[in-house]
């Protein structure tokens, strides 16, 4: 046994002190100078709200006064939605699917049963509704649930045939059951299924009719506890519904039938109607269609009534969509639908059953919409959806989020997104209108904007916890339709489906110039108008993004040997050269540039074709700019990992696996177009073993090289000719034998089991661990920052940088030399040159921003919006806006080199702040050691600044600037998928976001005065609202009896004359949040009403429980007097010897 040395374990802890000590006295220096606003009390994360369609939805109810609809979805989530901006999100803990919901209507509360055998009852009189009671069935599977207007005893009906009956007041069960067995009685031999359907007379509650799966109906009297009719049919029923005048109901079967049963008239339906069904002349039944599933039957005042069903369409009918009935009268329309029917409810004007209904809206909830039908109109329109339920209409593949946008940016985007409505809608208002909004204190703009697999990107306002559409971009339309040869798909795309989805995405807010990048490996950048042009030829750039491999002996022309290096040798990076001037090739239009080699080798040849013919673009974004990196030598241009844009410069710069190129969208030519390696130059700090010397093949148009150092001007300038031309393709290297790559970057091997094929396809190398050099020839760029700072160690000026971050953890520097802005800016060419590294971190760089000397952010410098398409007194106007170009504001630089800027820059595993331009690291701090960063953000409080940071492991955490001090660490959501990853986003003032489902947008806060404002920012589902009057029962009806008759329930259902329910049926779980999370709930301005409503209802519910004592006490002293009555009777008359 290895002996155990004490003073070896304190020499250590002396030894690490000593080192802390000496690494933290310029970080202590440092932190005097700066003062650091942000504590940890300032910072508090929770969950905002939730926008979107609700996620795998299972059923739906309606409260027909407060006109509030709620949706239930199989993973038990709950949704409530009322007027537009009135929305709520709340969770059953077990997450079982919700099979049921029943509202108890104008009483601000909602019955939700679930697959797990458990009933829940919410309450929705508070802004974040909660569970006041649940009941847990032990022995039976619930199947359906009803609960009559105005009442509170709730049907439970199970797949054992049974129905049970619940107080919803003290969710206890009653003693009165209704036995299968009973109902049936001896109509039928067999066990009639589960229980499909449970609904009372409309005009006397005391008679229930009850529909069995196997075909079965029961009319059930309370009452006598008996049954008084039964109805049979051979076809099994899925919904029963009645006529409001309790004289007749309809079934609906699974042989696409419907069958009118008068009440009364128990032996044969009084009709039979196949709705599909092709009629017979020989008088047989039609033919058999697909089940019916649910059938409505709703009665008019003045005219004819309403029969709406879902399916029952003819088996001959293959591959029509799903379909809505709505037979009125003599007319039959079926309505299709884009997506599955799950469930529909008719919008009434009465919630009293036993008055005519009035039909006026459609309600019909699909697997992936919601479609609201107006009945009053000819044709039956739709409403316009108000709410945010498109964000899935394509599945979005990024995200990004921005807070505290210009004021103007949300009205322009309404403006032009306006333009872009569908017409045809219903011209009445959204039925759906219940519930207050907030009072939102917050009042700046926020903007999402979501990228999506079919090349859409859609902006939202997502200002004061909303979400609205503003405007949506099709940047397919650049390019060619694709053709259906699939060989040459094959050939030329380098991803299976989805060739248009986008990758990643920059925008610049104040310049309103948008930047995309495709999967297809495409760059994109719009820019906003006004006004509506047509581009008669789309400008295009193509670029060979190649990293440059060799074998010792390489063959003079590169172009297809086998992998000769066997042994010990290893394909190693090769410098490549980047174009000196566009190589030219065709007319303006859109040549063919593939020149396959005799063994059919794909060379410069993009993986999608852009579009030749003119392209009409309406107002709103416009396309400016189109690069295209193409195959090189046969192999596919990698996917881009990273790309940002700089509006004031006039550049955007884009990276992949292979290397970054820098591009002028102004001048429309390439800057710079390098390998990673390259980047680097003499001081490369990975041993890479040396390369041989190059045998280069040059390409068409001729090729000059660059210096480490020295930016030839020739390889900047653009030609007189390059603003005439639109395709122009620019060579990095020079095509010699491609190392072969994958098309997909790798991911951690954590990740890999849980993730399916599409997020695999948008993933981002996230590898830290880099042993062998295979992978060091792998080194992708991972990020950019444009920046006004020192481009060198000890340089004494600030200047115009771009600032470069990898997968292997290097910051490189490179320096932007710029001409003057104007004509000059169109006509001189910008000088692009690398100067060195900054440092290195452990892990791939995210993220990385500068501060001043006194710790205030600097943002990068931009060009604000002009309209690019004006023409006389406007277009002086924009040439005057072009003049000046913004720069951001940093402190003069004195002789001495004092340290006047920080860098911060994070990686996937620890954050630095150097000290600039000396490039000291003044602090560093270790994020994480088992995970790594997903997500790291740089984002701007009320009070200062902080890193914002999301772990692969589920934590959420923010880090103090300069000084990288843990201020919160939250383990909030474990990583369950790669679409977390991907649209997790961090923005300024404590705001974040990410895609919780496929079709939700999750938005939460880190901030503390968010936390504390968000309960007066919520809306309100309850308002108080007058039931409406019941229905005049006439003269006559009152005066020889026919109206509605009532049932005291109360009486027949109560433990006097039920007596108790069995005890091991079901089990009673009091809620977690009922008053007492009220109390909870309850603050802010209106909390002194809250309280006051809180304190009345405790004083209820004791007068309630005091009344009930009071009425047990009554009953068992009239008991106990009864009996002893009873005993006095029985014991009269006998004799002392006889007792």
């Known amino acids: 046994m290895k002996k155990f040395n004490i003073r070896k374990v304190l020499d250590g802890l002396k030894e690490q002190a000593s080192s802390s000590a000496s690494s933290g006295q310029s970080g202590t220096q440092e932190n005097n100078l700066m003062q650091e606003t942000l504590q940890s009390e300032n910072f508090q994360l929770c969950k905002t709200v939730r926008h979107g369609f609700p996620y795998q939805p299972s059923s739906m109810a309606h409260d027909p006064v407060q006109k509030i609809l709620a949706i239930g979805t199989q993973s038990g989530a709950l949704r409530l939605f009322g007027r537009p901006g009135v929305e709520c999100y709340c969770q059953h803990e077990s997450g079982a699917a919700v099979i049921s919901l029943q509202f108890l209507i104008n009483e601000g509360a909602l019955v939700s049963a679930l697959a797990d055998d458990s009933v829940h009852l919410w309450n929705l009189r508070q802004k974040r509704p909660a569970i006041l009671h649940s009941l847990k069935f032990n022995r039976e599977r619930i199947t359906f649930v009803h609960l009559p207007f105005q009442s509170k005893w709730l049907y439970i009906g199970t797949e054992k045939g049974n129905i049970h009956i619940v107080n919803v007041e003290s969710f206890t069960l009653s003693g009165y059951v209704i036995m299968w067995n009973k109902a049936i009685e001896l109509s039928s031999k067999a066990h009639p299924g589960p229980v499909v359907h449970i609904s009372d007379n409309p005009m006397d509650e005391g008679k229930l009719i009850i529909g069995y799966e196997s075909g079965i109906v029961v009319l059930w009297d309370l009452k006598s506890k008996k049954a008084d009719y039964r109805y049979t049919y051979d076809e099994a029923i899925h919904s029963v519904a009645w006529h409001h005048e309790g004289k007749q109901f309809i079934c609906s079967h699974s042989d696409g039938t419907l069958t009118i049963w008068n009440i009364k008239g128990q032996g044969k339906p009084f009709q039979t109607i196949t709705p599909h069904g092709k009629q017979p002349k020989d008088g047989k039944k039609p033919e058999p269609c697909k089940p019916i599933l649910k059938v409505e039957y709703k009665t008019t005042r003045l005219g004819d009534p309403f029969m709406i069903l879902s399916g029952g369409l003819s088996y001959d009918t293959v591959g029509r969509r799903p379909c809505l009935t709505v037979m009125h009268g003599k007319s039959t329309a079926v309505l299709e639908m884009d997506y599955p029917i799950v469930d529909f409810l008719t919008l009434c004007e009465t919630p009293y059953p036993n008055d005519f209904q009035e039909p006026y809206a459609v309600v019909v909830l699909l697997e992936k919409d919601l479609v609201v039908i107006d009945l009053a109109q000819n044709g039956y329109p739709i409403f316009e959806n108000p709410y945010p339920l498109t964000i899935h209409e394509s599945p979005v593949t990024c995200c990004e989020y921005y807070a505290d946008c210009p004021v103007d940016l949300i009205p322009a985007l309404y403006t032009v997104g306006s333009r872009q409505k569908r017409q045809g809608y219903s011209k009445k ?373 771009l600032y470069v971050g990898t997968s292997l953890g290097t910051v490189l520097a490179v320096a932007l030399n710029l001409p003057p802005a104007g004509e000059q800016r169109l006509l001189q060419p910008v000088i692009v040159l690398p100067s060195g590294t900054l440092g290195r971190l452990k892990g791939s760089i995210l993220r990385m921003a500068f501060l001043d000397n006194t710790g205030t952010f600097l943002p990068p410098a931009f060009e604000l919006w002009y309209e690019p398409n004006a023409v006389g007194a406007d277009s002086e106007e924009r040439d005057k806006a072009r003049k000046r170009r913004p720069v951001s504001v940093s402190p003069s630089t004195s002789q001495e080199l004092q340290e006047s800027q920080y860098a911060v820059v994070c990686s996937e595993k620890q954050a630095k702040v150097i000290a600039l331009p000396s490039q000291n690291c003044i602090f560093k701090h270790s994020i994480t050691e088992t995970s790594f960063v997903l997500r790291a953000d740089v984002v701007q409080m009320n009070i200062g600044n902080c890193v914002a940071c999301f772990c692969a492991n589920g934590h959420i955490m923010t880090l103090s600037l300069p000084g990288l001090r843990p201020l919160l660490d939250v383990n909030y959501l474990p990583l369950t998928d790669m679409r977390i990853a991907r649209t997790f986003c961090f923005t300024n003032l404590g705001q974040a976001m990410y895609l919780t489902s496929p079709t939700e947008i999750q938005r939460i806060t880190y901030s503390q005065e968010t936390c504390e404002n968000l309960q007066e920012m919520l809306g309100e589902l309850f308002t108080p609202v007058e039931t409406p009057e019941a229905p005049n029962r006439g003269f006559f009806k009152g005066l020889f009896g026919g109206g509605a008759t009532s049932l005291d329930r109360e009486e027949l259902f109560g433990e006097t004359q039920a007596g108790k329910a069995s005890r091991g049926l079901a089990q009673h779980i009091p809620g977690p949040q009922g008053l007492e999370g009220m109390k909870g709930a309850a603050s802010g301005v209106v909390a002194d009403l809250a309280r006051a409503r809180i304190a009345l209802d405790e004083r209820g519910q004791k007068l309630g429980e005091l009344d009930e004592r009071t009425a047990a006490m009554l009953a068992s002293a009239d008991s106990f007097g009864k009996h002893a009555h009873d005993m006095m009777l029985k014991c009269k008359d006998k004799k002392w010897y006889q007792f």
């Open 429 to 801: 208002e959204w039925p759906i209108s219940g519930g207050n909004w907030g009072l939102g204190t917050q009042s700046y703009p926020e903007i999402i904007i979501t990228g999506h697999a079919d090349g859409t990107v859609k902006f939202w306002d997502a200002s004061a916890i909303m979400l609205q559409v503003l405007y949506k971009l099709k940047t397919a339309k650049v390019f060619e339709k694709s053709r259906n040869n699939k060989e040459d798909k094959q050939n030329t795309e380098i991803v299976d489906e989805d060739p248009f989805a986008i990758q990643i995405m920059a925008w610049c807010p104040e310049s309103r110039i948008l930047c995309v990048a495709g999967v297809s490996a495409n760059v994109i950048i719009y820019r906003f108008s006004k006004q509506e042009i047509t581009t008669e030829v789309v400008q295009l750039l193509e670029v060979r993004l190649q990293y440059e491999v060799n074998d010792m002996e390489s063959p003079p022309e590169g172009g297809g040997g086998g992998d000769r290096g066997g042994g010990g040798d290893r394909d190693l990076p090769t410098p490549g050269t980047a174009s000196p001037s566009p190589q030219t090739t065709g007319p303006p239009t859109h040549p063919s540039t593939s020149s396959n080699s005799s063994d059919g080798v794909r060379d410069n040849v993009a993986c999608l074709k852009v579009r030749s013919s003119p392209l009409k673009q309406s107002p709103g974004y416009q396309v400016e700019l189109v690069v295209q990196l193409v195959w090189v030598s046969g192999e596919p241009p990698q996917q881009i990992t990273s790309l940002a844009l700089n509006s004031s410069y006039g550049l955007i710069v884009f990276g992949n696996s292979n290397g970054l190129a820098v591009v002028d969208y102004l001048q429309k030519t390439v800057l710079l177009n390098l390998g990673t390696v390259e980047l680097y130059g003499s001081n490369d700090p990975y041993q890479r073993q040396p390369r041989s010397p190059r045998k280069t093949r040059q390409p068409s148009g001729g090729l000059c090289d660059i210096n480490e150092g020295s930016a030839s001007e020739d390889r900047c300038k653009s030609p007189t000719s390059v603003l005439a031309l639109n395709h122009q393709q620019f060579y990095n290297g020079s095509g010699g034998r491609g190392a072969k790559m994958s098309r997909k970057l790798s991911l951690p091997t954590e990740l890999k089991p849980d993730l399916d094929h599409r997020d695999n396809s948008f993933s981002r190398s996230r590898s830290s661990s880099v042993t062998s050099i295979d992978k060091e020839a792998r080194e992708a760029i991972t990020s950019f920052h444009f920046c006004e700072t020192f481009a060198r160690k000890g340089d004494s000026t600030i200047t115009p940088c």
